[in-house]
């Protein structure tokens, strides 16, 4: 303990030995002069700016910690996330083969410069993190729960017992969630190996191994109101049933266009009705609208639509800031952004940073400084609109009478970069349903990936008020059918809702759906939104081809803006 003398001489001693003792404690991180030719060095340190409202961290690869980049790197962020030097296949390639290198080299950084980190990740279910021998013996057997369990708390005791005076929080588990699945679970290797409590054992283990350690699980997309509300209960039944669950971790890899600030808003605020703490973990924004789109260069107004946006966004991180502790950017610089790799094979530009390591528009918003007028981006978008006869149907996948007074469409709108399979489509409408028939031309067909969206299959979305809202709203919904008649469904709505049959035809299937209408009765004159896909698997088991009526993007899934108009006549 510390005793503060009384006479002015004494006190004067005490102040310069503290401040002697923190000039020798805390790590000095300012940009060092020799950088000045690349790095600005007048810049407001992003991590000062929100001090007193949360950490600020970035996700890092070993080879950027030195030199300029890591001179930026300590300068404008307090804590720090391996990228993928702690996920399991680098780490532990093997049973009793660990590989430290890159975890170490991170750790080290964090420790040398007073930086804190955040453990990313035990368990997640991407095949480039999954260690097959972890399932499997050698001999190509498959191992039981209770080895798989064994085997899991030696990964996980291993890592927090080398790291756990550096990081304060740990993901345990990633990306768990599926609202395609009945019970809302994702299907991976874990569930399949473990059982459906493998998120909670994860849980458990690592609460075992240290119990002062700050859990978190960890999610992408969770402000679509499906995804969120699945999460949401997942979260209040683990806190119920005593799982040792300390935070939610909110990824947010948005875009330009979507999310609106207001869903992450809103989101932040339903989370924090369970008490947790909440990070927000993987941040970036593209500066794209929608997937396909390739741009050579980053044009002046998105770049600074940019700027807005992160503004906005980060004042809604501070306004919650009670019990949002932490923001972490999925890296800090566009020269190393994932977003340029696979699937995407692009430029962008999602970071505070340029590649050239020099502040963007993006990193002004965030620090509060002036930033040139919003030009926005919005641009026309088409709205046919498609004028549905009264009728009902048989739904058998035929073509009965009943058809011949709907009108045809085509889905003729190419959205990715090959052509795909394209359908003539009909509508019909009464009291209670919408009534779709759809032809599509498509001989190769195939089922042979995991994900229901890449099958060779059409999809209907409804939106029941014609709200042309830019992410889900409670009546917005997406119904899909493949041509073996698998049915799936995004949004909040169910299957319950869905009747389907599909028949084989020359060249491609015929699909028939009636679509249970939720909210609204249906009479002449109502409009609803409407739109219709076509995903084209080219026998690879990879979606690569979509064909659509009227939205000219691949958003329909989460975004109702670019629909077209059903008018019931």
């Known amino acids: 303990m510390l005793f503060f003398p009384k006479t002015p001489v004494a006190g004067l001693l005490v102040v310069g030995f503290l401040v002697l003792l923190s000039s020798c404690s805390q790590p000095d991180n300012r940009i060092p002069e020799e950088y000045s030719a690349v790095l600005q060095r007048d810049l407001p340190s992003i991590a000062e700016h929100y001090r007193d409202d949360f950490y600020v961290g970035a996700a890092v690869e070993p080879g950027q910690l030195e030199g300029a980049e890591g001179a930026l ?19 532990h390639p093997a049973p009793d083969t660990w590989d430290f290198t890159a975890a170490d080299a991170i750790a080290d950084f964090a420790r040398e410069h007073g930086l804190k980190m955040r453990g ?25 729960r209770d080895e798989m369990l064994d085997l ?65 699980y960890n999610d992408y997309q969770t402000y679509e109101p499906a995804k969120r509300e699945a999460l949401f209960a997942f979260l209040r039944d683990m806190i119920d049933r005593e799982v040792p669950i300390d935070g939610f971790g909110m990824q947010n890899h948005i875009t330009l266009a979507h999310p609106t600030i207001e869903a992450i808003d809103s989101t932040i605020g339903r989370f924090r009705q369970l008490g947790l703490e909440i990070h927000i973990t993987e941040l970036d924004m593209s500066l794209y609208t929608h997937e396909f789109e390739v741009l050579e260069e980053a044009p002046v107004n998105y770049r600074l639509h940019q700027g807005h946006r992160y503004r906005r966004l980060m004042d809604v991180y501070r306004s919650h800031s009670d019990d949002l502790t932490s923001v972490t950017f999925w890296g800090f610089h566009d020269g190393h952004t994932w977003l340029t790799g696979e699937p995407y094979n692009r430029p962008d ?23 040139p007028e919003d030009p926005g981006i919005e641009s026309d978008k088409p709205q046919q609109n498609y004028a549905a006869a009264y009728g009902t149907p048989l739904i058998d996948g035929e073509v009965d009478d009943a058809w011949n007074e709907a009108d045809v469409v085509r889905t003729v709108a190419q959205v990715m970069p090959a052509d795909g399979a394209v359908a003539e489509v009909r509508v019909l409408w009464d009291e209670t349903h919408v009534y779709v028939l759809a032809e599509v ?68 299937y015929r699909v028939e759906m009636a679509v249970e209408l939720r909210f609204v009765a249906a009479e002449p ?27 000219l993007t691949n958003e329909s899934w989460r975004n109702a803006s670019g629909w077209g108009v059903l008018s019931l006549e």
């Open 152 to 216: 899991l708390e030696d990964h996980i005791r291993t890592i927090m017992d080398r790291y756990g005076d550096v990081v304060y929080a740990w993901d345990v588990v990633n990306e768990a969630i599926d609202t395609s699945e009945d019970d809302n679970m994702r299907r991976t290797r874990w569930y399949e190996a473990i059982g459906p409590d493998y998120v909670e054992q994860a849980f458990r283990i690592a609460h075992e191994v240290d119990p002062k350690a700050a859990l978190f």
């Open 349 to 371: 530009w999602p970071l505070p940073f340029g590649a050239n390591l020099r502040s963007k528009f993006a990193y002004m918003g965030m620090v509060g400084l002036n930033l």
């Open 441 to 508: 031309a498509d001989e190769n067909l195939s089922e042979a990936s995991s994900n229901a969206y890449e099958h060779d299959s059409f999809e209907v979305f409804i939106d029941e008020d014609n709200g042309k809202s830019s992410s889900y709203q409670s009546d917005d919904a997406q119904y899909r059918v493949s041509f073996s008649n698998l049915q799936s469904v995004g949004g909040q709505t169910s299957t319950d809702y869905l009747e389907s049959a599909v028949s084989l035809i020359d060249g491609g």
């Open 73 to 91: 790197l300590r300068y404008h962020f307090n804590s720090l996330t391996a990228e993928n030097a702690m996920k399991f296949t680098g780490i």
């Open 120 to 144: 990313h990740t035990f368990v997640w279910h991407h095949p480039d993190t999954i260690a097959d021998w972890m399932f499997t013996h050698p001999d190509g057997t498959a191992r039981s």
């Open 525 to 551: 004159g109502s409009l609803l939104g409407i739109d219709f896909q076509v995903n084209d698997d080219f026998g690879d088991g990879v979606r690569s081809g979509i064909s659509k009526w009227n939205d």
